[in-house]
């Protein structure tokens, strides 16, 4: 098989599961540390980055999908890459990923909602305690790396804590992944220094794009229709969820939704977690 030249390569960028972050103050744009913590992040996507072009990739763009996705600092970003910034984005975590990349890295990425992991949540702490695709429970890297798949991306990279990345193993056949941080607790890990991390990850993005050029990494099939179930944490969100068209009301937290591919699927998610997040007060 002929190698892939003109790589380009897609970054979408998370802060949990960056190496020293463990607590929302890291997280959060008012908390005391936040600002530390950007710059951990920009560090560890600048070496992703790095990585990817020392492998021979010719492009790429990175998404910052964390919270207000205005966490990256363009001034610091390496200046080979383009950054998508901004919120309210209509594919959020996925903004500007198309058809058109040959990869997919998910950097600082955590665990689902209900699991084991440093911060663990999907898309909302505060909305969803559980979502499930055909029946399996699945987080940001599932989600996320499924749409990829169903694009025509493979998901290359991911890092995180050991639950982070477990999920993404078990989904996406010969995935890099680079372990930033064991994570003990909620709110509890064991860190390499970042220096480390970094070169963790840059060692990472170097082998997944040699593995993209060989083809080595490909796309899964995602089977069609989809059935959502999104578990919400309490009654009230559930309840102004199911405005949604086509949505199911399970039981006083659980809400179905069949959707014709993937795609759909993630953009119903989405939008229920929308709609729930009204009703907090």
Same mark, same amino acid.
């Given at each position: ?7 380009k ?7 949990? +599961?960056?190496?020293?972050v ?7 744009? @008012? ?11 920009v ?24 919270? %207000? ?6 001034? @610091? ?7 998508i =910034? ?10 500007g ?7 997919t ?16 949540? %999907? ?15 699945? +987080? ?5 790396g ?15 804590d ?8 078990e989904l996406?056949? +010969?995935?890099? *992944?680079?372990?930033?941080? @064991? ?7 064991? *860190? ?51 405005? =949604? ?16 591919d ?16 009204? %009703?907090?007060?």
């Amino acid at each position: 098989m002929a190698e892939v030249s003109n790589l380009k390569i897609y970054i979408s960028a998370d802060l949990e +599961g960056v190496c020293g972050v463990v607590d929302v103050e890291h997280t959060r744009r @008012e908390g005391r540390e936040h600002d530390r913590a950007r710059k951990w992040m920009v560090q560890e996507v600048n070496a992703a980055i790095e990585g990817a072009l020392k492998a021979g990739a010719e492009k790429v763009v990175v998404n910052d999908s964390h919270g %207000t996705m205005r966490n990256l600092l363009p001034e @610091e970003l390496h200046p080979e890459a383009e950054l998508i =910034l901004g919120s309210p984005k209509p594919m959020s975590m996925l903004e500007g990923l198309s058809k058109e990349f040959d990869g997919t890295f998910f950097i600082g990425y955590h665990a689902r909602s209900g699991s084991f992991g440093v911060l663990s949540h %999907t898309y909302a702490g505060r909305i969803v305690a559980d979502l499930k695709l055909n029946g399996r429970s699945v +987080g940001e890297p599932g989600l996320n790396g499924l749409v990829s798949n169903f694009l025509g991306v493979p998901v290359a990279l991911i890092s995180g804590d050991q639950f982070a990345v477990e999920e993404a193993r078990e989904l996406f056949p +010969g995935v890099i *992944c680079v372990i930033t941080k @064991e994570a003990l607790g909620r709110y509890i890990a064991k *860190c390499p220094s970042p220096e480390k991390a970094r070169k963790m990850i840059e060692e990472g993005a170097f082998r997944a794009v040699n593995l993209l050029k060989k083809g080595e990494i490909e796309t899964i099939s995602v089977p069609s229709p989809v059935e959502v179930r999104l578990k919400f944490l309490n009654p009230g969100m559930a309840d102004l969820a199911q405005i =949604l068209p086509g949505s199911e009301r399970l039981d006083p937290l659980t809400l179905k939704y069949v959707a014709k591919d993937v795609l759909e699927a993630y953009k119903a998610v989405r939008a229920m977690i929308y709609l729930g997040y009204a %009703t907090i007060k």
